[in-house]
Each structure stands twice: as C-alpha cells, then as structure tokens.
C-alpha cells in the first residue's frame, strides 16, 4: 500500500456532534482527495486540496469542511454530524504525471451517526 | 452526478472463466481508469487507458476504450478465486482542473472454485 493512514479506522458518534478525520501520507503527493462510499452510489468526491491551504468542493461537499496545514495531512470534518453522514470514507492521494493521473487509496474510515 | 455506469452490476462465474465489465460514461475525458476493491479495503489502481487510446493490456487484464460511443470494458481473463471484489470504472475529465476522478458504481464480481 502507498503510504497513506487514515484516523481513525471506525467511529460511532451522535447526531449534531461534530467529528474530524484525519488522513496522514507519506509520498509527499500535492493532491489529496476525500471521498464517500455509499451501497449502490460508487465513490463520490467530498473536497480535495490541491496544496497546502488550497482546497475546493467536490460532488458531495454539503455539510462538510476540510483543512490542509500540512503537506503530509488532510483533515476531514463534519462539523455537525447527521445520519444520513453515516458511510464509509476514503482518503486518496495523487501526483500530476503528464495528462494522467492514478490515485492511491487509504484503508478508510467506517463512520456511525446515531 | 455520475460520470461513469457500470454493467452488470454483479457477475458470478466459475474459476477459469472470462469476467467482462462495461463502463458508459457521458463527458469528454482525458483517461478512463479501472479500480479493484477487495471487501473492507480501499480501492487499487489496475489500469489506466487515454482517450487516444483504443485497448490496452496489463497481464490478464485487457481495457478497451470506444471514445465514440463513451464506453469502455474491462475483460478478466482466466479468472481466480482471488479476483473476487468491486470493480469500478473511474473517469478524468477533459479540462479538469484537480484531476479529479468520477467513479461507477461498480461491478461485483464473484469467482467460484
């Protein structure tokens, strides 16, 4: 696996608490990307970060904010969390190659919004 | 919303068999992408074939890509237990800004021995 970690690896919390995720890379790779894993919806693209302090919404960005300080962190936080937040998330990392790109994934965070 | 559809959405076949997935998708890309995600684990690159390109092979993989009709399919060849997961067709936009990727759904495949 490339070197990604993501924190922590399962989490039950409340409605209307708020709760971050953090994920750690070691590639130092410029791109890093949250996403969601929902049953019969693939992955779908919260925010990503394209640098340190430089972030931008993705698909699914409602009710979530993130932060990057950091080159080797990207921090995911649902600042009030609700149930329909309960999913399975994944940090990825990537690196400009030429026109392509491939992306490496974390092992991803179980999150349970009671 | 989603850029790329797969098809079938689960697939059961026997060890040894040919497992093919389809993947449509709606927009100009730069590259299509297919990603391997075993149960409770994250996803893992298998291949990745540009909008120039029209197939392409990685061991017992084989992509094709028809720009034309904006579809691609991912044929498994000599299929494993050990190929059983998710399978998902990602897709990189033309003009993107982020390289961002948008996934399928995905195809489960299931290998019998």
């Known amino acids: 696996d490339a070197g990604i970690t993501q924190s922590p690896r399962h989490k039950v919390t409340e ?21 969601r894993q929902d049953p019969g919806h693939g992955l779908r693209l919260i925010h990503y970060s394209y640098g340190v302090k430089d972030t931008d919404k ?4 409602d009710g979530y904010s993130v932060s990057r300080s950091k080159t080797e962190d990207f921090l995911l936080t649902l600042e009030s969390a609700t149930s329909s937040q309960t999913s399975v998330y ?20 179980r999150l349970l919004v009671l | 919303s989603q850029q790329g559809e797969e098809d079938p959405q689960a697939l ?14 709606k927009t100009s890309i730069n590259n299509l992408q297919w990603y391997r995600q075993n149960s409770g684990r994250g996803l ?4 990745l ?28 060849t000599a299929s494993r237990a050990a190929d059983t997961a998710s399978y998902f067709c990602a ?7 982020g390289n961002k990727l948008v996934f399928g759904a995905g195809t489960i495949l299931r290998v019998k021995s």
Not at chain 1, 101 to 108: A, I, L, N, S
Request: net charge positive.
């Open chain 2, 44 to 47: 893992v690159h298998l291949i």
């Open chain 2, 49 to 76: 074939i540009r909008s120039n390109e029209r197939e392409k092979h990685s061991g017992r993989l084989r992509v094709t890509l028809d720009t034309s009709k904006k579809s691609s399919s991912l044929l498994i």
């Open chain 1, 15 to 35: 409605t209307g608490t708020p709760v971050t995720l953090r994920c750690h890379q070691t590639e130092n790779h410029r791109y890093m990307y949250w996403y």
């Open chain 2, 91 to 97: 897709t990189q936009a033309a003009l993107e800004y």
């Open chain 1, 90 to 109: 994944f940090c990825a990392i990537g690196e400009r190659g030429g026109k392509a790109e491939t992306q490496y994934f974390g092992p991803g965070t």
């Open chain 1, 58 to 61: 993705g698909e699914v960005s």
């Open chain 2, 12 to 25: 059961s076949i026997q060890e040894g068999e040919n497992a093919t997935m389809n993947c449509s998708y």
